[in-house]
């Protein structure tokens, strides 16, 4: 059958429980063919192809993960209105002459919500200040200041509906998120754990890409393969024996989307990965080295899923920086208890 969009995945279910192997095929591969523009010519065409053996199928996950798909894809939905309520709220503070965020890094985080709602109360900014936690780092005198404005009756309406929808997306994506972790509670958890070994993926990304690549590597065949279908591979444009700067394909935004928020955090972690990153950028610029840090990650992640093996940084010893971390600690434990002597502690 010829079929974009959605269309396919009822008839494959159907085919899927009768027993009948089916494939889903990129119509890309096959589209220069002349004369066979018709929905019934397309069909028949990718028939005969078919029959041949000259078509690839295309990666459709198992019904287990197609399922979950619809969930982790449907979380999208929330987190794009949540990041647009966010700067909504930023930008009625704004308004209002408060420039909380001139000085608070999240103006959704715990002290910053706690000193909205207490000005939303008629606090003044004097008893709004003790609010701040110890860990700002801004300065008390910016931080009245930035306190200073004039929150009107609308500017106190529109704040508490922004207030009380931003806690509604905040839990329906935990409802989302917690949803997708007990399901994936079964065979897929060692899956989770390696991908988790990686710098920049937490545990619900794990989820989110173990959903849209699942666990077995071998239907890809090859990490160029991957990244061809995520549309992290780098552009191929060459004329007469010249090499030309080539667009990225189309592919899966999602998995895209998922490297890129990957290789957004790696490049601010001390990894292998952050010193690919600045390498890159003072040449390239930011966006395509995300880009290209992105399709590196997709690469690693491709080996670690195939080997079952956890990742390992080639600068950084991880053992070395949990003794420097926990040693004083240790050492003082060690010493209560009379492990060690007190002139050592």
């Known amino acids: 059958m010829e079929s974009t969009s959605i269309y396919w995945k009822s008839p494959y279910a159907a085919l899927e429980a009768m027993g009948i192997i089916a494939k889903v095929v990129n119509a890309r591969h096959v589209k220069q063919v002349p004369g066979r523009k018709t929905d ?33 894809r449907h979380r999208q939905k929330p987190m794009s209105l949540l990041s647009a309520e966010k700067n909504r709220l ?4 704004n308004d209002a002459g408060i420039r909380l965020s001139v000085v ?46 004039e929150l009107s009756p609308q ?12 806690d509604a997306l905040q839990e329906q994506i935990a409802q989302h998120d917690a949803y997708l972790l007990d399901s994936l509670a079964g065979e897929e958890q060692d899956m989770l754990a390696l991908l988790q070994s990686m710098p920049g993926i937490d545990r619900v990304g794990a989820a989110l890409l173990l ?17 061809s279908r995520a549309g992290l591979c780098p552009g191929n444009h060459e004329s007469a024996g010249k090499r030309r700067n080539g667009r990225m394909r189309k592919g899966n935004r999602y998995v895209r989307r998922l490297f890129c928020e990957f290789a957004n955090s790696a490049s601010r972690t001390r990894c292998a990965l952050q010193a690919k990153y600045q390498a890159l950028v003072v040449r390239r610029g930011r966006q395509r080295s995300i880009i290209a840090l992105a399709h590196k ?26 003794v420097q971390r926990n040693a004083p600690r240790w050492i003082k434990a060690l010493a209560q208890f009379g492990y060690l002597p007190a002139a050592a502690h």
Request: glycine share 6%.
């Open 211 to 227: 959903v849209e690549i699942g666990c077995d590597m071998q239907v890809f065949g090859r990490a160029e393969r991957l990244a």
């Open 40 to 72: 019934m010519g397309d069909a028949e065409w990718l028939a005969t192809l078919a029959r041949a053996g000259l078509l690839r199928g295309s990666f459709v996950p198992p019904p287990k993960l197609r399922g979950l798909r619809l969930v982790a």
């Open 297 to 322: 990650m997709l690469r690693i992640v491709y080996c670690m899923l195939s080997r079952s093996t956890p990742y390992q940084d080639t600068h950084i010893d991880y053992r070395a920086l949990v």
């Open 155 to 166: 500017h106190r309406f529109i704040l508490k509906a922004l207030l009380v929808h931003i």
């Open 104 to 149: 608070v890094s999240d103006i959704n985080g715990q002290s910053s919500r706690a000193m909205i709602a207490a000005l939303l109360e008629g606090q003044s900014p004097h008893e709004v200040l003790h609010l701040a936690s110890r860990r700002l780092k801004a300065d008390r005198k910016d931080l009245l200041e930035a306190l200073q404005g």
């Open 90 to 93: 930023h930008k009625i503070l």
